[in-house]
């Protein structure tokens, strides 16, 4: 956590993750008490939506990504339906 990742020495530089409601996810986070990079929700290189936690938690904003950028992703609608499809079938 104290440490940058080590963009400069490996491919793996961030986690990015699928988000079928960016918006409100990052308000609730924020609620709670995450701390996000700078540059808000913004178009990604892909065209998708994203936001990034950021790795170090503040004292207004705890919770981070301990030492790791995490990208949130909005998840276009036809993941968002698989993956709920997958849920219904899981939860029946």
Same mark, same amino acid.
């Given at each position: 956590?104290?440490? !940058?990742? $080590?963009? *400069? #020495? #490996?491919?793996?530089? *961030?986690?990015?993750?699928?988000?079928?409601?960016?918006?409100?996810?990052?308000?609730?986070? #924020?609620?709670?008490?995450?701390?996000?990079?700078?540059?808000?929700?913004?178009? &990604?290189?892909?065209? %998708?939506?994203?936001? %990034?936690? *950021?790795? !170090? &938690?503040?004292?207004? %904003?705890?919770?981070?990504?301990?030492?790791?950028?995490?990208?949130?992703?909005?998840?276009?609608?036809?993941?968002?339906? $698989?993956?709920?499809?997958? $849920?219904?079938? $899981?939860? &029946?």
């Amino acid at each position: 956590p104290e440490k !940058k990742p $080590a963009v *400069h #020495t #490996t491919p793996l530089n *961030h986690v990015g993750l699928w988000i079928d409601d960016l918006p409100r996810a990052v308000e609730w986070l #924020t609620a709670q008490g995450v701390r996000f990079a700078p540059g808000g929700i913004r178009r &990604g290189a892909a065209g %998708f939506d994203i936001c %990034f936690l *950021h790795p !170090k &938690g503040n004292e207004e %904003f705890p919770i981070s990504g301990e030492g790791v950028l995490i990208e949130l992703v909005q998840a276009p609608p036809e993941v968002v339906k $698989a993956f709920g499809a997958l $849920a219904a079938s $899981a939860a &029946g």
